[in-house]
C-alpha cells in the first residue's frame, strides 16, 4: 500500500533542482519512482528524463521498479536508464571522439585488468599496478601482488607504458579515462556551453539516486548540468557511501548540498522498511557523530516485536553454524531461506557463515566455468543479471581460446562488434544447460559441460585440458540446494530489500568496526567497513541478526541496546 506522505508528494511534485537525503526504507527510490510517472504523463514536454545510479545493480533495480509499475517508457527514447558512467559515454564522449586518438573510440570497462607481462616467464601485473599517467609501478599495489623482481620492474613499466599509449592511439577507454576526458571537454568554455544547450534539448530532468556514491568529479558534472539549465534531482544517504575506491567523499557531497536553495533541500523521514526493533539498530549503526533520533518505523512491520539478535562464534574463522542457526531463526517467523539472505563484506565470508566455503578459482577454467554458471542461476533471483551473463560469457570464450585472460575481455567484444549483446542468448542457452540437476555428481555436471563446450576451439588443446578434474568442484556446484540460505556481498544488494537478514562480522574487521560505532576510530577504512554493515543491516525488513566472534558480543550489545530496544544474544 503505497499512501504518499507529505514530504513525499512535495518531491513527487518538485518541479526545480532539489537534494534529497534521507535515511535508509524512507522510500527515495520509490519517491523517484512516482516522480517519473509525474514527468512521462506530462505529453506536453517531449524531452525525456534520465535516471542514473551507481551500480549494474542499483540500476536494474531502478529499471525493474519502473517496469513494475508500468512507467517503463517503450520506446525508452529519449529518456535514459543507466549508471552514471554509461551517461558520460553515451553523451559526452562516444559522440565527439576523444583527443590524440583519430579512431571510433570503443568502451572498455575492464581496462585496468589487461595483463601486463613483458616476456613469456614473467610474473602477470594489471594495469591498475600502475600509474595511468606516467606508467609508474604502484608500489603499494606491487606489495599486495607479492612483486619483487631482481632487476626492478622496469621491463613491466616500458610495458605498461606501451600497453597504455597503445590503447589510447586505438581509442580504448574506460571510466577512469572518460572522467579525464570529460573534465577537459568541460573546461572548454565554448564546447560546454553548445552540449549544455544540446542536453537540455533532450532531457527535461535528471535524477540522481544513490548519490553518496558520487566523487568530486561526479559532482563537479552534476553541477554543470544543472547550470546547464537541466533540472538536477540528487537523491542520497549519506551513510550508505560505501566505495572509496570510486574515491568517493561524504563531506563533498554535504558541501555540495549545501549549494542547493533552502527550498531545494527537501527531506524524507521515518523508514517505511523496517521494524522498530531494526530501525533502532539501524540508527546505532551510524557513528556517533551522524547518529541522530531513530528513524521513526512507518511501514506494514511497524507492529513487529523480533528483536534483533547478536549470534556469537568461538575462534576467528567464520562458521557454518551462523546460517544454520539462522535459517531456524527465519523458519520461526514464516520467512523461506531464499529471503533470509546472509550478508558479509566479502562473498567469501558470507559463504562460509552458509557452509559454502567458495575456493579461490584461480586461473582454474573448470572452477571459473561452474562459479560463473552458478552466479548465473543464484543472479537471476536477485538482480546482477547483467553481470552475471558477462561473467559467464567471459569464460566461455577464455574456454575456446578466444582471449587469454579475463582481462582481454572487454577489448575482445567491442572489437569483434558483440556489443550489441547478440552473444546473449547463446549464453544464456550455455548458464540454462549447465544447471545443475538435484543430486547430480560433480563428475558428470563435467561430463556435460565438456561436451557441451566442445565446439569451435581455437588452438590444439582438447576440451579436456581445458576443463580438467578439479576437486573442490563439487564445493562451488553445492551452492544449487534450494533450501539454501543465499549468502551475497554487501555490495550486491544495495537499494534491495529483504524479509531477514544475517549479517557477519569477521574476527579482522569487527574490532575497527566496533571503535567507528564507539566513535574512537575515524580513519577512512574503518568508517567505510562499518558502512557497509549500516548497509547490510538496514536492508532487513523483519528479522535482524549480527554475527560477530564472542570476544565482541558485550560491545556490540551495549551499542545497540543504548537504542532502546534489547537486543538478544544467541552463543552459536
Ligand atoms: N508512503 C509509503 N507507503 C508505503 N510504503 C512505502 C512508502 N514509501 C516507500 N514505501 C516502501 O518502503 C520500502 C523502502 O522504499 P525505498 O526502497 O524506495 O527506500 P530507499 O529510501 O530508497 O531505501 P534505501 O536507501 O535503504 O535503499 C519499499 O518497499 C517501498 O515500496
Given at each position: 500500500m503505497f499512501l504518499q506522505t507529505n514530504e513525499q508528494k512535495a518531491i513527487i511534485g518538485h518541479e526545480g533542482h532539489a537534494f534529497v537525503q534521507a535515511c535508509?526504507?524512507?522510500?527515495?527510490?520509490?519517491?523517484?519512482?512516482?516522480?517519473?510517472?509525474?514527468?512521462?504523463?506530462?505529453?506536453?514536454?517531449?524531452?525525456?528524463?534520465?535516471?542514473?545510479?551507481?551500480?549494474?545493480?542499483?540500476?536494474?533495480?531502478?529499471?525493474?521498479?519502473?517496469?513494475?509499475?508500468?512507467?517503463?517508457?517503450?520506446?525508452?527514447?529519449?529518456?535514459?536508464?543507466?549508471?552514471?558512467?554509461?551517461?558520460?559515454?553515451?553523451?559526452?564522449?562516444?559522440?565527439?571522439?576523444?583527443?590524440?586518438?583519430?579512431?571510433?573510440?570503443?568502451?572498455?570497462?575492464?581496462?585496468?585488468?589487461?595483463?601486463?607481462?613483458?616476456?613469456?616467464?614473467?610474473?602477470?601485473?594489471?594495469?591498475?599496478?600502475?600509474?595511468?599517467?606516467?606508467?609508474?609501478?604502484?608500489?603499494?599495489k606491487a606489495v599486495e601482488e607479492g612483486f619483487a623482481p631482481r632487476n626492478g620492474p622496469g621491463a613491466w613499466e616500458t610495458h605498461a607504458r606501451n600497453m597504455i599509449a597503445r590503447a589510447l592511439s586505438n581509442g580504448y577507454l574506460d571510466f577512469e579515462d572518460v572522467r579525464d576526458c570529460v573534465a577537459k571537454r568541460l573546461a572548454d568554455p565554448a564546447f560546454s556551453a553548445r552540449l549544455g544547450r544540446a542536453l537540455s534539448g533532450r532531457f527535461r530532468e535528471i535524477v540522481v539516486d544513490e548519490a553518496q556514491d558520487c566523487n568530486p568529479g561526479d559532482l563537479a558534472i552534476i553541477e554543470w548540468l544543472r547550470v546547464s539549465g537541466i533540472k538536477v534531482?540528487?537523491?542520497?544517504?549519506?551513510?550508505?557511501?560505501?566505495?572509496?575506491?570510486?574515491?568517493?567523499?561524504?563531506?563533498?557531497?554535504?558541501?555540495?548540498?549545501?549549494?542547493?536553495?533552502?527550498?531545494?533541500?527537501?527531506?524524507?523521514?521515518?523508514?517505511?522498511?523496517?521494524?522498530p526493533a531494526i530501525c533502532a539498530a539501524i540508527s546505532q549503526l551510524r557513528p556517533p557523530a551522524s547518529r541522530g533520533p531513530i528513524d521513526q518505523p512507518l511501514g506494514p512491520y511497524k507492529d513487529e516485536t523480533s528483536p534483533v539478535y547478536i549470534l556469537t562464534y568461538g575462534g576467528t574463522a567464520v562458521p557454518a553454524m551462523i546460517g544454520t542457526r539462522f535459517q531456524?531463526?527465519?523458519?520461526?517467523?514464516?520467512?523461506?531461506?531464499?529471503?533470509?539472505?546472509?550478508?558479509?563484506?566479502?562473498?567469501?565470508?558470507?559463504?562460509?557463515?552458509?557452509?559454502?566455503?567458495?575456493?579461490?578459482?584461480?586461473?582454474?577454467?573448470?572452477?571459473?566455468?561452474?562459479?560463473?554458471?552458478?552466479?548465473?542461476?543464484?543472479?537471476?533471483?536477485?538482480?546482477?543479471?547483467?553481470?552475471?551473463?558477462a561473467r559467464l560469457h567471459r569464460v566461455v570464450l577464455q574456454i575456446r581460446g578466444e582471449i587469454s585472460n579475463a582481462g582481454a575481455y572487454a577489448t575482445y567484444v567491442s572489437t569483434s562488434g558483440l556489443d550489441d549483446e547478440r552473444w546473449l542468448p547463446e549464453i544464456i542457452a550455455v548458464g540454462q544447460a549447465l544447471k545443475v540437476y538435484a543430486g547430480e555428481s560433480a563428475e558428470n555436471w563435467l561430463r556435460r559441460?565438456?561436451?557441451?563446450?566442445?565446439?569451435?576451439?581455437?588452438?590444439?588443446?582438447?576440451?579436456?585440458?581445458?576443463?580438467?578434474?578439479?576437486?573442490?568442484?563439487?564445493?562451488?556446484?553445492?551452492?544449487?540446494?534450494?533450501?539454501?540460505?543465499?549468502?551475497?556481498?554487501?555490495?550486491?544488494?544495495?537499494?534491495?530489500?529483504?524479509?531477514?537478514?544475517?549479517?557477519?562480522?569477521?574476527a579482522r574487521t569487527s574490532g575497527d568496526i566496533l571503535n567507528v560505532l564507539t566513535g574512537v576510530e575515524s580513519a577512512a577504512k574503518p568508517v567505510e567497513e562499518a558502512r557497509k554493515i549500516y548497509v547490510a543491516a538496514s536492508r532487513a525488513e523483519r528479522l535482524l541478526a549480527i554475527a560477530v566472534p564472542k570476544s565482541r558480543a558485550a560491545t556490540l550489545k551495549g551499542i545497540l541496546?543504548?537504542?532502546?530496544?534489547?537486543?538478544?544474544?544467541?552463543?552459536?
Open positions: 535508509p526504507g524512507a522510500g527515495k527510490t520509490r519517491t523517484m519512482v512516482e516522480r517519473a510517472r509525474h514527468l512521462l504523463s506530462n505529453p506536453a514536454d517531449r524531452r525525456g528524463v534520465a535516471f542514473l545510479s551507481f551500480t549494474n545493480a542499483a540500476v536494474e533495480e531502478l529499471e525493474a521498479r519502473l517496469h513494475n509499475f508500468g512507467i517503463l517508457p517503450s520506446p525508452l527514447f529519449p529518456s535514459f536508464i543507466g549508471t552514471f558512467d554509461r551517461f558520460l559515454w553515451q553523451f559526452l564522449i562516444a559522440p565527439f571522439g576523444a583527443e590524440g586518438c583519430g579512431q571510433v573510440l570503443r568502451l572498455v570497462p575492464d581496462k585496468s585488468d589487461w595483463e601486463v607481462k613483458p616476456f613469456d616467464a614473467a610474473q602477470p601485473l594489471k594495469l591498475k599496478h600502475f600509474d595511468r599517467a606516467t606508467g609508474v609501478l604502484l608500489a603499494d534531482k540528487v537523491v542520497c544517504d549519506p551513510n550508505q557511501a560505501i566505495y572509496g575506491f570510486r574515491g568517493g567523499l561524504t563531506d563533498e557531497l554535504l558541501r555540495f548540498a549545501t549549494t542547493f536553495e533552502g527550498v531545494e533541500q527537501l527531506p524524507l523521514s521515518g523508514n517505511f522498511r523496517s521494524s531456524v531463526m527465519a523458519a520461526e517467523l514464516g520467512i523461506p531461506p531464499a529471503q533470509a539472505p546472509v550478508l558479509a563484506a566479502t562473498w567469501a565470508s558470507a559463504g562460509n557463515a552458509v557452509g559454502r566455503a567458495m575456493p579461490d578459482a584461480g586461473n582454474d577454467k573448470t572452477l571459473l566455468l561452474a562459479e560463473a554458471v552458478m552466479g548465473f542461476h543464484f543472479a537471476f533471483a536477485a538482480g546482477n543479471r547483467r553481470e552475471a551473463l559441460a565438456r561436451a557441451l563446450l566442445n565446439s569451435n576451439l581455437i588452438g590444439t588443446s582438447s576440451i579436456g585440458q581445458r576443463l580438467r578434474s578439479n576437486d573442490k568442484l563439487a564445493a562451488v556446484l553445492a551452492e544449487a540446494s534450494p533450501t539454501a540460505l543465499p549468502a551475497k556481498a554487501i555490495h550486491a544488494v544495495k537499494g534491495l530489500e529483504f524479509p531477514a537478514v544475517c549479517v557477519v562480522l569477521t541496546d543504548a537504542g532502546g530496544h534489547t537486543t538478544q544474544i544467541v552463543p552459536l
